[in-house]
Nanobody, 127 residues
Framework: QLQLAESGGGLVQPGGSLRLSCVFS????????IGWFRQVPGKEREGVSC????????NYADFVKGRFTISRDMAKNTVYLQIDSLKPEDTDIYYC????????????????????WGQGTQVTVSS
């Protein structure tokens, strides 16, 4: 059974950093693209970053470029999202998701490209 579990969220001051983790099981990372999304209750889930199945391609939403970094550790079955220079508007629930690996070099930031989701981790940026 395919499962994903996020962790690493919390309360941080503006300008601070967090590293979110997405631990997965039930599939081989080589065959899945992984995306990070965020959502405020009542609003649509928006794509933040993703990494392709072969690890060669990463994408970032324009509003996080230069501040967020996605990476993965195959040995730990974990995908990370490093978030730096946090802003109050980054306050959201952050989710990781797995989608089809395609040819291995693609990843997308659209919600409907992913079919397996974690439960989310809350990030709150406030002084």
């Amino acid at each position: 059974q395919l499962q994903l579990a996020e962790s690493g969220g919390g309360l941080v001051q503006p300008g601070g950093s967090l590293r979110l983790s997405c631990v997965f099981s039930g599939f081989v990372l080589d065959y899945k693209m992984i995306g990070w999304f965020r959502q405020v209750p009542g609003k649509e889930r928006e794509g933040v970053s993703c990494i392709s199945a072969d690890g060669s391609r990463t994408n970032y939403a324009d509003f996080v470029k230069g501040r967020f970094t996605i990476s993965r550790d195959m040995a730990k079955n974990t995908v990370y999202l490093q978030i730096d220079s946090l802003k109050p508007e980054d306050t959201d629930i952050y989710y990781c998701a797995a989608g089809p690996g395609y040819a291995g070099t693609y990843c997308g930031l659209e919600f409907d490209e992913y079919n397996s989701w974690g439960q989310g981790t809350q990030v709150t940026v406030s002084s």
